[in-house]
C-alpha cells in the first residue's frame, strides 16, 4: 500500500500572482522560487514557474503564474484568472493606490470565476498580500485599513517583504494550505471554497527550472501534469 501511495501523483495547485505593477509580484515569487531579490524592475508580461514543496508531510507541485499589473494586459487576464485555483493580491505598503486596485483585482476574479460580488463570498482561494513591509518609513496604508478589508472579504492578510524575505514563504505556505484543503473538502457542488485561516509551519521545497507562460507551453504543461513531475 505504501509503495502504491508513493506512485501517486503529486496534488498540483495552480497560482496566480496579482496586484498592480511595481508592487513585488515578480520579486515574491523569485524569492520563493529561488531565494535571490531582483533589484531592477521589468514590467512582467506573464510568466509561469513550477515547483515542489513538502506540505504537511504530502508533497505537493505548485504552478505559479505571475501576471502582468498594467491596465494595457487587462483584457487578457481573464484567461489567466480562469485557469487559476488560489490567488495571491499583491500590494504595496508604500502606495495607497495599489490597496485600492485590490478590489478591481478581486472583482474581476470574481466575474471571472461567476461568484456573486454583491457579498462577501470565501469560496474562491484567495490570500491578500502587503509587501515591501522593509519599508515601514514609507508606509501609506495602515495594517488595520488591510485587516478590515480581509475581514470583509474573509481572507488571510500576510505582509511581506521580497527584499528581506520576510514572510514569502508564509504566504504561499498559507494559500496553499487553502487551496489543499478546498480540494480536499470540497463544497457547494464540487467549488473549491476557501476554511479557516490557519498559521502555515515551514516548509521544505526544491527549486525548479523557469518556464515561459506562452500559450503553447501552457498547454503543454497542463497536458504533463498527470504523468511528469519536474525537479
Known amino acids: 500500500m505504501s509503495k502504491a501511495k508513493a506512485q501517486q501523483p503529486a496534488v498540483i495547485h495552480k497560482v496566480i500572482m496579482v496586484g498592480s505593477g511595481g508592487v513585488g509580484k515578480s520579486a515574491l515569487t523569485l524569492q520563493f522560487m529561488y531565494d535571490e531579490f531582483v533589484e531592477d524592475y521589468e514590467p512582467t508580461k506573464a510568466d509561469s514557474y513550477r515547483k515542489k514543496v513538502v506540505l504537511d508531510g504530502e508533497e505537493v507541485q505548485i504552478d505559479i503564474l505571475d501576471t502582468a499589473g498594467q491596465e494595457d494586459y487587462a483584457a487578457i487576464r481573464d484567461n489567466y484568472f480562469r485557469s487559476g485555483e488560489g490567488f495571491l493580491c499583491v500590494f504595496s505598503i508604500t502606495e495607497q493606490e495599489s490597496f485600492q486596485a485590490t478590489a478591481e483585482f478581486r472583482e474581476q476574479i470574481l466575474r471571472v470565476k461567476n461568484v ?18 522593509d519599508l515601514e518609513d514609507k508606509r501609506q496604508v495602515p495594517v488595520e485599513e488591510a485587516q478590515q478589508r480581509c475581514q470583509q472579504w474573509k481572507v488571510p492578510y500576510v505582509e511581506t517583504s521580497a527584499k528581506t524575505r520576510a514572510n514569502v514563504d508564509k504566504a504561499f505556505y498559507d494559500l496553499l494550505r487553502i487551496m489543499n484543503k478546498a480540494k480536499l473538502n470540497p463544497r457547494a457542488g464540487g467549488k473549491s471554497n476557501t476554511l479557516p485561516y490557519k498559521k ?12 515561459k507562460a506562452d500559450a503553447d507551453e501552457q498547454k503543454e504543461i497542463k497536458n504533463q501534469q498527470k504523468c511528469c513531475i519536474l525537479q
Request: glycine share 4%; proline share 7%.
Open 200 to 211: 502555515s509551519a515551514t516548509l521544505k521545497s526544491s527549486n525548479v527550472p523557469k518556464l
Open 116 to 133: 456573486n460580488s454583491d457579498k462577501s463570498d470565501d469560496s474562491i482561494p484567495f490570500l491578500l498580500v502587503g509587501n515591501k513591509a
